[in-house]
């Protein structure tokens, strides 16, 4: 333990800060209290719930329990009805699952991550690393929201990891990241980045556009949205870019209408 607080005093604050951590649908309440206290000992704060079994979860005795120590993130926690709505204000989400997925987004290490996410945060660029449910994981739908896959690494007889150990896992990584970390060139750091409920709106904008112009068909879903989600989720599109689309999208759907 003493190696951990002597390492503390290199970590910028500021870049875990910009680091949430979003568990979506999950059903045991010592595993919000363990997420909370693995958090807390990596020096990250910001913990999101989506969906989660118990409406009250952050208050019953087995989540106070387990999180030993760590009620300040669960006091500050917050609980969304929606995986689109806990990521409204971020610029870059992952989905941390166990499985790899068809017409997924960049698959990217948990060592990769932590370094992006930690360069991320010197730029005040917000991230969330997503994590399903124990028993179910993520949806392809929650993946398809994030703009990269992380899968931690583990052998392959026995991959089943705890929801709040992988947390453990990826937050560790995010703190060996932030130790030491150089400061960025302010002109290498993107500016003006959209968030994802901007993306999500022009996603949608651009669907009915599509629908318009009859390239595609509501009635028959098809891959072509999931590659399309794909091509958006590789890029960090600045919000100038996104009014530029979604211009575009309107001049589509103006005579149309």
Wanted: charged share 20%; hydrophobic share 40%; glycine share 6%.
């Amino acid at each position: 333990m003493g190696s951990l607080e002597a390492s503390s005093t290199g970590t910028p604050g500021v870049a875990l800060d910009a680091i949430r951590i979003v568990l979506v649908s999950p059903s045991h309440p010592g595993n919000v209290g363990s997420t909370a206290r693995a958090m807390k000992t990596m020096g990250l704060s910001r913990l999101s719930l989506v969906t989660p079994r118990f409406a009250d979860v952050l208050t019953l005795p087995d989540t106070i329990a387990l999180s030993s120590g760590a009620a300040d993130v669960l006091e500050s926690a917050q609980i969304f009805p929606s995986l689109g709505q806990a990521l409204g204000d971020c610029h870059w989400a992952v989905a941390v699952t166990a499985r790899s997925r068809d017409l997924a987004p960049l698959q990217m290490s948990p060592r990769g991550v932590a370094e992006r996410a930690v360069t991320n945060g010197i730029g005040q660029i917000r991230t969330a690393l997503v994590f399903g449910s124990e028993r179910y994981g993520l949806e392809n739908q929650d993946v398809m929201q994030c703009q990269a896959l992380c899968t931690i690494p583990t052998i392959a007889a026995y991959g089943s990891l705890n929801l709040a150990m992988a947390v453990q896992i990826m937050t560790y990584e995010c703190r060996l990241a932030a130790i030491g970390a150089p400061t960025p060139s302010p002109d290498n750091l993107p500016h003006d980045l959209s968030t994802e409920m901007e993306r999500e709106q022009l996603f949608e904008h651009l669907q009915e556009a599509l629908i318009a112009l009859e390239f595609l068909d509501s009635r028959h879903p098809t891959k072509l949205v999931a590659k399309l989600r794909r091509l958006f989720s590789r890029t960090l599109l600045e919000h100038d870019e996104v009014s530029i689309l979604r211009g575009i999208c309107s001049a589509i759907l103006s005579p149309r209408r």
